[in-house]
């Protein structure tokens, strides 16, 4: 993907420098204990099954509240980690800001305010609205304040646990979760949060619907930057690559041996990748209503 150097967002937090104190408390001791079980028993493909469940727990439940106080780490090391993470900073911040104008667009045209969302870097553990987010969840979106949290070392494990590499299969990463802001601000997730757990779950639930909805999302954004000719040879094929490696169905065979559809959050492989290149090839929110869609 073609972007520009040096850039700079004003709705990007950097606090990779920073670190939580210990302790600390929200959902996080239990969260964190499970992720963690899940991480030594099946890698990081089990992280990300737990790691959706919990997400959608802590949005019923957004207990939490600001940032506390973090001492800085000056060792040399972590100076030298945060400027080698530079151009991958860049990168996301470009992304992140491409995506938003993107929607800031599409919602002018429906006549619709759009409010920006923030985007906080950090490293190992961060605290939010939705209580403690940790390295080893992934990228998320917290509804409460309206923030998408990323440790850049998921990215590593994008490459080389799930084989996924590509900085485009890293763009539709924020875009995805960027589609999850937008939901918030159409009131879709709080329908679906509200919505009882029949309805909710299992692989044609609700909450696989809200999921492939913000794939076809990003697909949306892909198709913007397909149009301003900032796309490289590759690069979609990068994403619909990313998001097969990241189905349901696909993270469960490689942890269990099992797959398990009643048991989905996000959408099987093919789901993913047909709901990202059906709002590539339409640009349009309207192409993008997995609600109504039967099959999915």
Partial sequence: MRVPRGYKSSQV???????????????????????????????????????????????SDPGGGAVSSRSHSGS????????????????????????????????????????????????????????LGEDAMGPFYCPGDGMVYIDLSFYDQLKHDLGAPGDFAQAYVIAHEVGHHVQHLLGTDQKVHGASRAQQSGDGGLLVRLELQADCYAGIWAHGTDRRDLLEVGDVEEALNAAGKIGDDTLQRSATGVVRPESFTHGSSAQRQRWFQRGYSSGQRSACDTFSADPL
Avoid: H
């Fill in 76 to 131: 040399a090391q972590a100076s030298a980690e945060l400027t080698k993470e530079q151009p991958v900073v860049e990168f996301v911040s470009f992304v992140f800001d491409d995506a938003q104008n993107t929607w800031k667009e599409q919602f002018g045209r429906e006549s619709k305010p759009y409010q920006l969302a923030r985007l906080e870097l950090f490293r190992r553990r961060i605290r939010s609205a939705c209580g």
């Fill in 13 to 59: 937090d950097d606090r990779r420098g920073e670190q939580l104190p210990a302790g600390g408390g929200g959902l996080s001791a239990g969260g964190a204990n499970l992720l963690g079980l899940l991480f030594r028993r099946f890698g990081l493909p089990g992280v990300l099954v737990g790691a959706a469940l919990l997400y959608f727990a802590s949005r």
